[in-house]
């Protein structure tokens, strides 16, 4: 199945630009990771996810419908020629919708993620454009196919339409339907996220490609989904329970497994740069001191700190420049 | 199933200590590794594994009966005491062929392995012990059932008993009469193998306990047996055609995909310094030049090269204090 067969069977045949829509979607961190696809053109995942939502960081994007033949696109306030990646991603998207119907938009998207942090945009970006076009477009969908939609821009957009801790159901439909996120109602106030800023430079092999190696190169990959499974029913007790400990080691063995089957692939995949494994080493060394600190990563460098409030100014010792966001601290 | 009872069944009731004996043993570098037991008392594995074994570093072990109630053991020409970590598991390893009898040794053991490359010297110490016993004890014992034997000490151990390369089979009965190294036949003038110098320091998890806490936390590790039988396969190929590239990303593969598992343990065993991660980055950078070279690793933070001769300037220029082996230069 296509993914216009899908739009297809959710949206009206005819579509109107009513108004122009300014949304903002968060970026999200994954505890429990989505890695690998079971259907690629669809975005459908091998395992479950769930993710905390970060609060104010995320995309900003505003959708004006013009009179005109083609799509323009900026990006933090700068122009973007129609044949850059992200252009082509973000027409390619709307094309989806309009469905060779002559309407057409100025999108302007505005990160407040620190672009150093790791965070990846594509989630909260891709979150962002689906509720602007709901809106533009008087669409009216409801959360559970806005995150389908969101989901064929990219995966884990579909987690970025909500806040708070999120599960993205994988589904066993092949058109995907069941695939999409959910809100979980628990919340965790004092939970802090602390990013790390270990290297800026551009991946060498994105995500959605280091995904598609590991899958097909990595043996011990074909344990990864037993992994997820288990990780996916401990962080719903952590979250119950309110038990950190709990919380921070399964996110931390989770994220430490995804880069191992990465390891395991051929040619290897290894994001870690030599300071990424020293700050692993003064993780650990905090917590044989007893201090309650876990970390995640994604497909890149930068750790992504796990604690809470009180441990704030002890994290901040070793970690000066951190970047502390409490997903629960508003709302 | 004990190793006393192993033992009963493969020696003679009766021992006599005939003569003094001094034994060399090489250590050896596993191309595809040792890594998880399917009965711990007798050393068994999991999978399979295939080794070179590395000429002239090694251990050399001299026995000399003493008339005394007890052994004297000394290591690097220093006189140890009993209770250390060696000399237990030295005279355990020798009470194993005692069997009760007033029968003691003065063990000298002098290893040529430099201490900071990151080599066991487990393997090659309790092979070379093992010859020493079956020449001291005159029990002429065949290299098959010496293999058994020296497994019995360390499981690698079983395969420094030969030369060149060299395949552990892992067997299938419980008595693991089955479970022994054999040399393979086939030779390969100009390998060489580097030894990189990562760190001296002692490791926090021994690669005993690091085993035993990957197979029993790590899901990842379900994986593993598939990746060595597949790798042992293409090793044998490799070794058949002489394919230089076959065998190098086999073997790296192979020992990333070990570390793999140990990363998805929990808690996280990672035995890599930064310093490890920056190596690893130079080989893959040199090999992206294209130059032929790849490496292998084992429970510890060091890398071990593998490339062919002519690329030995090459290397050299990139890593100046190797020390480099060829495993085939001799005999």
Request: aromatic share 8%; charged share 20%.
């Amino acid at each position: 199945m296509t993914p216009t067969e899908v739009v297809d069977r959710l949206l009206p045949a005819r579509l109107q630009a009513r108004a122009s829509s300014e949304q903002f979607a968060p970026s999200n961190i994954a505890l429990c990771k989505y890695w690998g696809k079971r259907e690629r053109s669809l975005n459908l995942p091998v395992n479950a996810s769930l993710s905390v939502s970060l609060d104010h960081l995320g995309s900003h994007t505003r959708l004006t419908p013009i009179d005109a033949k083609q799509d323009e696109i900026r990006f933090n306030g700068r122009p973007l020629p129609l044949h850059a990646a992200f252009s082509q991603r973000v027409t390619a998207f709307i094309d989806l919708f309009r469905r060779q119907q002559p309407l057409y938009f100025r999108v302007e998207t505005r990160n407040t993620i620190p672009t150093a942090a790791g965070l990846a945009s594509s989630a909260s970006g891709f979150a962002a454009l689906t509720l602007a076009l709901n809106d533009a477009l008087g669409l009216e969908l409801e959360p559970r196919l806005l995150s389908v939609l969101a989901r064929l821009g990219s995966g884990s957009a579909c987690r970025s339409l909500f806040d708070g801790f999120v599960e993205w159901r994988m589904g066993r439909r092949a058109d995907g339907l069941d695939s999409h996120a959910v809100a979980l109602e628990a919340r965790w106030p004092g939970l802090c996220v602390g990013l790390v800023k270990v290297d800026t430079a551009q991946k060498a092999v994105d995500s959605r490609a280091g995904m598609q190696r590991t899958l097909e190169t990595a043996h011990l990959y074909q344990s990864w989904p037993l992994q997820a499974a288990a990780d996916l029913e401990k962080l719903h007790r952590a979250i119950a329970q309110q038990d950190f400990a709990l919380l921070g080691q399964t996110a931390e063995q989770n994220a430490l497994s995804m880069h191992a089957t990465m390891i395991a692939s051929w040619p290897p995949l290894l994001y870690w740069q030599p300071q990424s494994v020293a700050m692993m080493q003064t993780v650990w060394a905090l917590r044989g001191q007893g201090v309650p600190l876990y970390f995640t990563m994604d497909a890149g460098p930068n750790l992504k700190l796990l604690f809470e409030r009180p441990q704030r100014d002890a994290v901040l010792r070793h970690f000066p420049e951190l970047e502390i966001v409490e997903p629960f601290a508003t709302g």
